[in-house]
T-cell receptor, first 116, second 112 residues
Framework: EAGVAQSPRYKIIEKRQSVAFWCNPISGHATLYWYQQILGQGPKLLIQFQNNGVVDDSQLPKDRFSAERLKGVDSTLKIQPAKLEDSAVYLC??????????????FGNGTRLTVT | KQEVTQIPAALSVPEGENLVLNCSFTDSAIYNLQWFRQDPGKGLTSLLLIQSSQREQTSGRLNASLDKSSGRSTLYIAASQPGDSATYLCAPATSGTYKYIFGTGTRLKVLA
């Protein structure tokens, strides 16, 4: 099966600019997650979708971050305006729902964002 | 709020050693727990998934155990190889929401 696709792979922007990341989960996976991973730390959950509905966005900085998952398939994460502290790798993951007995979390390779 | 701790933060061992990585979590109301491997510049790859009703799960040289009541999981790697060098992360999934919370990982280096 094809894996989780993310683009772009790298992005460099200046602070106060905007940026968008795209994720296409594995076909049939209803649950989609966006994580932020700062260098040397574990991934931090930003938002979790179930089909096209939001399950959890408690740690999403809503004044600057937004995410959508139209039609319950692919998803975009946007930052506007970006800050220096947003420099991180943004990881997308997907899984079957409900989390099936042997259904692991599948990750894409991530987008590395550098804010200068 | 779930908090996940992994010990040690880094580990360097000679090839062939058996080793244990530890993961502890504060909220025992979990659906399952996964162990992941992350290579530099890459995403995470799921190694093992243990359901909350299970005690152990094995895949090749890897064995993961889960003690949900005490909030602990261990990943045992037998006969370590240089190719095992990576960062290993654990993530329990909260019951009901399937929200995965990650630890900071253990950075493993296996010396040839």
């Amino acid at each position: 099966e094809a894996g989780v696709a993310q683009s772009p792979r790298y992005k460099i922007i200046e602070k106060r600019q905007s940026v968008a990341f795209w994720c296409n989960p594995i076909s049939g996976h209803a649950t989609l997650y966006w994580y932020q991973q700062i260098l040397g730390q574990g991934p931090k959950l930003l938002i979790q979708f179930q089909n096209n509905g939001v399950v959890d966005d408690s740690q999403l900085p809503k004044d600057r971050f937004s995410a959508e998952r139209l039609k319950g398939v692919d998803s975009t994460l946007k930052i506007q305006p970006a800050k220096l502290e947003d420099s991180a790798v943004y990881l997308c993951a997907s899984s079957l729902y409900p989390s099936s007995y042997n259904s692991p979390l599948h990750f894409g390779n991530g987008t590395r964002l550098t804010v200068t | 709020k779930q908090e996940v701790t992994q010990i040690p933060a880094a580990l360097s061992v000679p090839e062939g050693e058996n080793l244990v990585l530890n993961c502890s979590f504060t909220d025992s109301a979990i659906y399952n727990l996964q162990w992941f491997r992350q290579d530099p510049g890459k995403g995470l790859t799921s190694l093992l998934l243990i359901q909350s009703s299970q005690r152990e799960q094995t895949s090749g040289r890897l064995n993961a155990s889960l003690d949900k009541s005490s909030g602990r999981s261990t990943l045992y790697i037998a006969a370590s190889q240089p190719g095992d060098s990576a960062t290993y992360l654990c993530a329990p999934a909260t019951s009901g929401t399937y929200k995965y919370i990650f630890g900071t990982g253990t950075r493993l280096k296996v010396l040839a």
